[in-house]
């Protein structure tokens, strides 16, 4: 009996339409002329859901009792035994109830495909197994019904039915997910844009992996071993070496660039099984890679750079990062590098060959200019001149007899060949003269004295000596040449890394210095600047352990100070341009703070001219409101009557508190502005702290505000004299522009934070404007003149991020606005008041 066919629908969140795309399928299957029946769909009494049922036969469901309460459940039998050709069975990670013949659902779902029915189901991500942990670290939620990605893997087909967070969330707001009870507080914890976000890319991420497991079975199946690019996948060579941090950073930012790349690094064991790496090393690397959410591999193989090319093909890489060798030149000139053995049989593979520390002396250092060769090859050159003279003269004499002059003379130019290639033009030379006379003294005829007798063999020693200096002075030039050439190109890379850094403005004058210290090999480096109050130091690096400094003038102030060695003429020319680029940079800097402190300037300008204003117009009117009120109450012309006068002083003591109100709101913008305010923050009970922030409203405003919180609310980490004044200054604003309406207060815990929620019913704020109601004197036309400076929801924000926390606004499903304040958890408890 053949198999039959599992498609699943998968869905980031409960809501995006997954039932509702099953039946859609239903539907077009018994168009088709299928048989299809609905084993068992839930609803949750969804109108839509309830429409797509129609015109599809739905199977009753199995009854099961347990502990005298009856629950419905897919009847397996029933389906067996009407044997459709496809049947739909929703909610795949479901938990049958106890006494089921199955435990899980997903088992009833694999008894119906092994009897050959077709099967269309749905399924969460977040009821992945292997994704529980996952997206209970996003939601705070754990997961009790999940299904093995197996199972899921397993399927012919899984379809994404995907929707945005923004359409999900405005879906529940229309009751079409939950009933309108329950959306509230939905929308305010599971289904926040951040926990949907989240979950959507995670369906996506699994889906995707899933999409490349059937590419690469595809491939194998028909033999296809080249590599198609339809996803970034960077390799990284370990070696266990110094430089494999360097090397997995800079692949992570290979594979970041894509967006989606994936990071193997992978470490090559011998096949000896000798390990040839440290252990602690390549643990300490692996760690850093599953860090950077890339995978760890190990493989054997006796050719590093074959097994290398081997594996990346397994993985379809199109990028291979492997770190230049650390061995000498020496020893690479004996034998090629992994590097060019990678490079030369990469074929469609990019590879990157990265430079690190362990490859040569850390810093920029300038390659010395003390001539062609070093010491060290010179004095090379001059000891196998010595060696080499009396060995090849023994050698040619034991075979005189087969020897000729020229012979002797070409094997004596070999010899000064190689004195030159190794010290140069100088142990050259010298290899050359005595090579010349222990020619003359002992083949030249007459032998044994330094004489000449025919003309052809002075002319022959006379060749011999101009052919060896000239391939001496030739081999000297050439290593001159190409040693100014390296520190051309040194100074060059120096200057120009120098300039795009202060161009960049990303390199203070202190890092600048820094630079110029490592790469002229000096022990201090200041910059000293010339004022009319005297020298002053502008920055400094290195300690200049007392000795007089060397100083080279940068401009008419500035002034280098050196400490370490003097430095030649050659060497000062490329300093000064060094010097004058860290003479840039503090300008930069000058000007940078210049700027700030302009902005600062401006910033308070702008302040006091809103201040002016709000003095001029919402300030006058409560104290317009205090004068005449107690100028009234003073009056002897006027008759009051004592209402008159209870009224009289109700009107001052409304206009004091209105008055009082503004005041504050001015000193604590007046304090946030000037960085003033220093939060001290302890663990603080929300529920204390929304009863004292209550207090400061009127009675009205008091009697439609309505507060709720959970029993086991954990304490926030915040100062709580701050955050009552940031309480009371959003129920007072949700009061006064909801109009009409109760105010609720929520507080709750969510994903690691507590969370503060003042939700209104008033007329809400358009998303383009919902940054402008925290700026500071906006009231955005919705408050009459004399309400308010338009400082309440500022003073809010400023308080609360200074107390590390956010305060955003959202919209209030059915119409009007949330503001949510979301601060730390507290770590220590908080005694809350009996």
């Known amino acids: 009996m053949a198999r039959g066919t599992l498609r699943i629908y998968l869905g980031a969140a409960p809501g995006v339409g997954k039932t509702f795309a099953v039946l859609g399928e239903a539907h077009r299957r018994a168009d088709r002329g299928a048989d299809v029946v609905v084993g068992l769909v839930e609803t949750h009494g969804r109108p839509r859901t309830l429409e797509q049922l129609q015109g599809l036969e739905v199977l009753p469901r199995a009854q099961v009792t347990h502990r005298g309460v009856t629950l419905t459940e897919l009847d397996v039998d029933g389906v067996r035994a009407r044997r459709p050709d496809l049947v739909v069975v929703d909610e795949l990670a479901h938990t049958n109830a106890p006494g089921s013949r199955n ?16 099967v269309l189901t749905t399924v969460n991500v977040q009821h992945l197994e292997s ?45 079409n997910v939950y009933p309108a ?65 360097t090397l997995v950073r800079r692949a992570a930012r290979v594979a970041r660039r894509s967006g989606t790349g994936a990071l193997f690094a992978v470490h090559v064991l011998s096949s000896d099984g000798l390990a040839g790496a440290s252990p602690e090393a390549l643990q300490t690397q692996r760690a850093l890679v599953e860090s950077l959410g890339g995978t760890y591999h190990q493989v054997v193989g006796d050719h590093v750079a074959a097994t290398l090319l081997e594996f990346a093909r397994g993985v379809d890489a199109t990028q291979l990062v492997v770190g230049t060798s650390r061995r000498s030149r020496w020893a690479r000139a004996l034998r090629g590098g992994i590097g060019g053995e990678v490079i030369a049989a990469s074929g469609e593979i990019d590879v990157h060959i990265v ?59 070999l010899l000064v060949v190689a004195v030159a290639l190794v010290g140069g033009l100088l142990p050259a030379v010298f290899a050359a003269v005595t090579s010349g006379l222990a020619e003359n003294w002992f083949f030249t005829q007459p032998t044994g004295r330094l004489t000449v007798g025919r003309v052809d063999d002075i002319v022959a020693l006379g060749g011999y000596l101009v052919v060896a200096v000239a391939v001496a002075s030739v081999v000297d030039r050439s290593a001159r040449r190409a040693t100014a050439a390296a520190r051309a190109g040194a100074e060059t890379a120096m200057l120009a890394s120098l300039s795009r850094s202060v161009l960049a403005g990303d390199r203070a004058l202190p890092a600048l210095l820094e630079q110029v210290r490592e790469a002229f090999g000096l022990r201090s480096v200041a910059m000293v600047e010339q004022t009319a109050d005297g020298d002053r130091t502008v920055g400094t690096c290195g300690a200049p352990d007392g000795e007089q400094p060397e100083e080279i003038e940068v401009t008419d102030s500035l002034t280098l100070q050196l400490c370490g060695r003097t430095l030649p003429a050659s060497e000062r020319r490329v300093l000064v341009a060094f010097a004058e680029q860290a003479a840039v940079a503090l300008q930069q800097g000058r000007l940078a703070a210049q700027a700030a402190e302009v902005d600062r300037l401006a910033a308070g300008n702008s302040m006091r001219t809103a201040l002016l204003a709000a003095v001029s117009h919402d300030l006058r009117t409560p104290l317009a409101g205090i004068k005449a009120a107690s100028s009234a109450l003073r009056s002897t012309d006027l008759a009051l009557t004592d209402d008159d006068r209870t009224e009289l002083i109700a009107t ?48 009205d ?44 207060v929520r507080a709750g815990a969510a994903a690691g934070r507590v969370e503060l929620r003042v939700v209104d019913r008033g007329p809400g704020v358009r998303p383009a404007d919902r940054e402008r109601v925290f700026a500071p004197f906006q009231r955005l036309g919705d408050a009459p003149a004399g309400q308010g400076v338009g400082l309440g929801l500022a003073v809010a924000r400023g308080l609360t991020e200074a107390m590390g926390g956010t305060l955003t606004a959202e919209d209030t499903p059915g119409g009007g606005l949330t503001m949510v304040v979301s601060l730390a958890l507290a770590e220590a408890p908080v005694a809350v008041p009996s």
């Open 103 to 118: 435990a899980k659902r997903w088992q009833d779902v694999e008894e119906l495909l092994a009897a050959g029915i077709s």
């Open 131 to 175: 994704l529980t942990d996952v997206v209970a670290q996003i939601t705070g939620v754990v997961q009790q019904e999940t299904v093995p990605d197996e199972v899921v893997r397993r399927a012919d087909q899984v379809e994404l039915v995907d929707m945005s967070p923004e359409s999900l969330r405005r879906r529940m707001a229309h009751g």
């Open 181 to 245: 009870e329950r959306v509230d507080a939905a929308m305010g914890n599971y289904f926040r844009v951040g926990n949907l976000t989240a979950l959507r890319e995670l369906a996506l991420l699994w889906l995707a992996d899933r999409v490349d497991e059937g590419l690469r079975r595809y491939r194998t199946e028909h033999d296809i071993d080249h590599v198609w690019e339809a996803r970034e996948r960077v390799v990284v060579a370990l070696t266990g070496g110094p430089e494999g941090e």
């Open 355 to 413: 430079t690190h520390s362990a490859a040569g002396s850390p810093g920029w250092r300038l390659p010395p200019l003390t001539g062609a060769l070093t010491a060290r090859r010179r004095w090379l050159g001059v000891a196998l001149a010595l060696a080499g003279v009396p060995l090849v003269t023994l050698a040619c004499l034991a075979a005189d007899a087969a020897l000729s002059l020229a012979s002797v003379l070409l094997v004596f130019l």
């Open 652 to 699: 001052v003591d409304e206009s004091a508190d209105r008055l009082t109100g503004l005041v504050d709101n001015l000193l604590d913008m007046s304090r946030l502005q000037s960085g003033a305010l220093t939060p001290v923050s302890a663990p603080a009970d929300l529920t204390s702290v929304v009863h004292a922030a209550l207090s400061w409203l009127d009675d």
């Open 701 to 744: 405003q008091r009697a439609r505000v309505r507060f709720s919180s959970p029993d086991d609310l954990p304490a926030a980490l915040a100062d709580p004299g701050l955050l009552e004044r940031v309480v009371a200054n959003l129920a007072d604003n949700a009061t006064r522009h909801a109009a009409t309406g109760p105010v609720d």
